[in-house]
């Protein structure tokens, strides 16, 4: 019995492998920007796992991926590569066009993201 249990889970654990389930593939990357380039995040993203809620595309073409909280210093800045942001949340790449200017914003993860005009 313990050798049938074994072998059904080993198969079923190979269905899963054998259909890409089961193992995280490389995220996708939608951004023309290089993967290099540096953006701006905060620390509530890298240190305290908040998940990004607002997005700015400046009107100098940097990016800065933030948790949406107001209280913002200097202290809080964080720089990583464009790359490291869609790691984080792959549903940056939704806004891969999004122009000069633009912000966008939402409420939790899995939210469409509303523009706005900076």
Known sequence: MTKRILLITITFMSMLNLFGQGK??????????????????????LDEKNPILYAIHDSDGDWQF??????HTEGNAKIISL???????????????????????????GEK??????
């Open 24 to 45: 995280k593939g490389k995220p996708e990357f939608k951004f023309s920007d290089a993967e290099n380039k540096a953006v701006f995040t905060c620390n509530h993203v």
């Open 83 to 109: 790359k490291n942001a869609v790691e984080l949340d792959n549903s940056l790449n939704d806004l891969f066009e999004m122009p000069l200017g633009v912000g966008a914003v939402r409420n939790r993860v």
């Open 66 to 71: 933030l948790c949406g909280l107001n209280e």
């Open 113 to 118: 993201w509303k523009p706005f005009k900076l």
